[in-house]
């Protein structure tokens, strides 16, 4: 298992990708703008917009393995509680047409905003004037049933309710 993700030990430099390869595309794109500026025509032109794109694709390489890398840190987190965040599980309710009919039918959007905003009240309210600045960093997740895309429900005669709300 690989060792926790940590500021000190996420960022690393790689020579050959940040030394090496870096040095090439910029060596590519130095040659391919100094061609474009000497010899002006269309054979010149499309060496530089590709050694253009060739560094947008070595700029945004990292950038988009720092975004699903922070996404599966959510996804680790979402196997362990199986619950997503309120405002996920709002956007699942207007994509997914099962649950668009299961929010006509009972007001599922309501349920969830008035039960996320009761629930932080009431945190809120037995805080002292210290803690309640941290608990604006909580992040409130609804229990949710992943193999059938839906809400954790309890419905009854006197009305619905979500199973469960996640303080993360």
Known sequence: MPAEQTYANHRRLVPGFHGIA??????YLGHAVWQ????????????????IGVLLIFWYTRSFVLTVQDRGNAYVLRRRIEAIHWEEALAQIQQTPALRILNESIGL????????RQANELLTSQLDNTQT???DLLSWHVSWNFELNEPRLFIDYSGSQLASIWIV
């Open 22 to 27: 870096f040095l090439c595309v910029a060596v």
């Open 36 to 51: 474009a500026v000497k010899y002006p025509a269309n054979t010149t032109i499309m060496p530089l917009i590709l050694a």
């Open 109 to 116: 959007e309501g349920l969830i905003l008035d039960t996320v």
């Open 133 to 135: 600045a941290s608990a």
